[in-house]
């Protein structure tokens, strides 16, 4: 990759760090629900106005637009969700180390349900260690007793299966005739029209202080620099770099999220959390198995 590359794989993992920063701002103030809503909402009109730009034309079909809803559900509104609540219970750091477990997840579920993509030694022995890292910081609180925490935990997880299940389900939109941005727009589009019912209904936001200036201004770099402006970065660098190097931003992005986190949060990790991270990173490295074969080869 050039040196520009790797400067926007670095600046997208720091901006995708940043959300957990964010989020952890926010939620302590304005409901989890009404983060998400706010968040796709705003992201899906930064989107819109960034294909109009572009000159891209709206489609309607229907079988995209059900595709949409089904993204919409599995990458947007299911994580977001469990991933907000969870940041109400655990540190955002210990929240950004277990959605990095996203891959090990979809090494699994591409493996039940694609016929082209089956587990390979390396990957095998990356979800392994992917297994022990979650073992590492989910066995603490069992032992502590810590009941709040394991459910925020388990929730982080279920938001990464739910990651993996988006990827998976993904791959359709390759035979259809769109671009990575629409597909964007479109699940985040379906994700706030999904999320405006639940929003009014669970949260009643009328009823909620206006939550003051700090907050507002997470929730705004939240879903424009988070959200759409990482879209945008994320496939640019799909498109001239390629999926297996884009999947490097897994391994950064705990990094910037437990500095910012660190930093700004007086968030505390404990020795058996970077246990944890330590594995699951090395997990990832097995996983994408450049490294693996570097060492084999004697480069």
């Given amino acids: 990759m050039t040196p520009r590359e790797w400067a926007l794989l670095t600046f997208l993992s720091i901006i995708w760090g940043g959300a957990f920063f964010f989020v952890a701002v926010a939620v302590h103030v304005v409901p989890p629900l009404t983060v998400v809503f706010l968040r796709v909402g705003i992201a899906a009109l930064a989107l819109l106005l960034y294909l109009q730009i572009k000159g891209e034309k709206l489609q309607f079909e229907r079988s995209l637009l059900l595709a949409f809803l089904v993204m919409g559900m599995l990458n947007n509104i299911i994580p977001f969700s469990l991933l907000f609540w969870a940041q109400t219970n655990i540190s955002s750091g210990l929240a950004s180390i277990l959605n990095a477990t996203t891959p090990m997840f979809s090494i699994i579920v591409a493996h039940f349900a694609l016929a082209d993509e089956k587990m390979a030694a390396n990957k095998i022995i990356g979800v392994f260690l992917g297994l022990f890292g979650v073992m590492a910081l989910v066995g603490g609180s069992v032992i502590e007793g810590e ?23 993904g791959r359709r939109f390759r035979t259809m005739d769109v671009s990575n941005s629409y597909v964007a727009f479109g699940q985040l589009t379906a994700s706030t029209l999904v999320m405006i019912p639940v929003m009014l209904i669970v949260d009643r936001p009328w009823e909620l202080a206006m939550p003051g200036t700090g907050v507002v201004l997470a929730i705004v770099a939240l879903a424009l620099i988070s959200t759409a ?69 004697g480069g």
């Fill in 229 to 297: 402006l990482a879209y945008v970065i994320y496939f640019q660098l799909l498109a001239s770099v390629g999926a297996v190097n884009v999947a490097l931003v897994t391994l950064l992005v705990p990094v910037s999220a437990i500095l910012l986190g660190t930093i700004f949060l007086n968030e505390i990790l404990e020795t058996r959390h970077y246990v944890g991270l330590a594995l699951i990173l090395t997990g990832l490295i097995a996983v994408d198995g450049r490294l693996l074969r570097k060492s084999t080869t």
């Fill in 147 to 169: 009941n709040i925490a394991i459910f925020g935990m388990i929730a982080c997880l279920g938001a990464a299966l739910s990651y993996a299940c988006a990827a998976t389900f």
